[in-house]
């Protein structure tokens, strides 16, 4: 069901996010699906526990958007597109909301990060490449599984985790940095070395820049429905899964038996730098700009 609202802010900041300290939603709810979704809580808000088929539309966003980076306080912060939910959900297919957003990132050259479980953003790559003529574009697609079968059940509604990683080399050419997170870790489901190094591979085959890591979290209303989807479709992994996430974080003895792989992939497969975010305000100087036109 979509439901269309209208945003009263656009621009939030939060303490800790990835690559940027602000973000900017353009729904709420996300049609991905994923069963280790950690945004879910924010439908509490607004009373509604449909958080994957009530999808809140911001129809008025980019409006709001190009209000709020007119002002002269705002100092071209990186923005990440979808700090909570993704931008290129389903619901985007119809919406089409991020062509006008992006348009707003053109007009006021402000730099920008995506990240994404979809292949919709080659929909707008001419936009996109358009904004990394002038400033610093990042675009990220986090995956998990290069099983079909596993990706089905955990992230039902995103693209393949094979189109995504394919898709970093179209980004690449079009002037974006482009990156990997390696997200979640889920374990006896996606830390095998064949899938990680089949991902590794994938990361390095089409160009990425950098490639990040991270394990499972299950923090407050994650746990539950994680926990029952392993049930209903792995029921055999449940209780050492169970057993490795006490609370919301793996144990110890689980994620110090990973790093050493994750190490050894990592060397074979990069180096990678450590993900530095772009500086505010930061535009590509000016014969790079022209070399690009
Ligand atoms: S893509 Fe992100 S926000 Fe959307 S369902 Fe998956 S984890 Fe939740």
């Not at 990040?212 to 994680?226: I, K, M, V, Y």
């Given at each position: ?50 958080f994957f ?116 080399a ?10 990997v ?30 490639v ?62 450590e ?19």
């Amino acid at each position: 069901m979509i439901r269309e609202v209208q945003a009263k802010s656009a621009l939030h900041y939060h303490e800790q996010t990835f690559a940027t300290n602000w973000d900017v939603n353009i729904y709420r709810g996300c049609g991905h699906g994923c069963v280790y979704c950690f945004a879910r809580y924010t439908h509490r808000y607004l009373d509604d526990p449909e958080f994957f088929t009530a999808i809140y539309v911001k129809s008025n966003i980019a409006e709001v958007l190009d209000r709020e980076m007119s002002r002269k306080s705002w100092k071209k912060m990186p923005v990440n597109l979808g700090g909570v939910t993704d931008a290129y959900q389903p619901a985007e297919i119809e919406n089409r909301l991020m062509p006008e957003v992006l348009r707003i990132f053109i007009k006021h050259r402000n730099p920008l990060v995506i990240v994404t479980k979809s292949i919709l953003p080659l929909r707008d790559i001419d936009l996109i490449s358009e904004l990394a003529k002038l400033v610093q574009v990042d675009v990220f697609v986090s995956v998990s599984t290069l099983d079909e079968n596993i990706r089905k059940v955990t992230e039902p509604d995103s693209a393949s985790a094979a189109d995504r990683l394919n898709m970093l080399a179209d980004f690449s050419k079009a002037g974006c940095r482009t990156g990997v997170l390696i997200m979640p870790i889920i374990p006896l489901l996606t830390d095998s070395e064949e899938n990680l190094r089949g991902i590794f591979e994938l990361a390095r085959k089409n160009g990425a820049n950098f490639v990040e890591t991270g394990t499972l979290h299950l923090r407050g209303s994650t746990r539950d429905p994680f926990m029952k989807a392993i049930r209903q479709n792995f029921p055999d992994h449940l209780q050492k899964i169970a057993e490795i996430y006490p609370g919301a974080n793996a144990d110890e003895l689980y994620k110090s038996s990973l790093r050493p792989l994750i190490r050894r992939l990592k060397s074979e497969y990069g180096p990678w730098p450590e993900f530095t975010p772009p500086p505010p305000s930061f535009e590509l100087p000016q014969e790079q700009q022209l070399s690009l036109f």
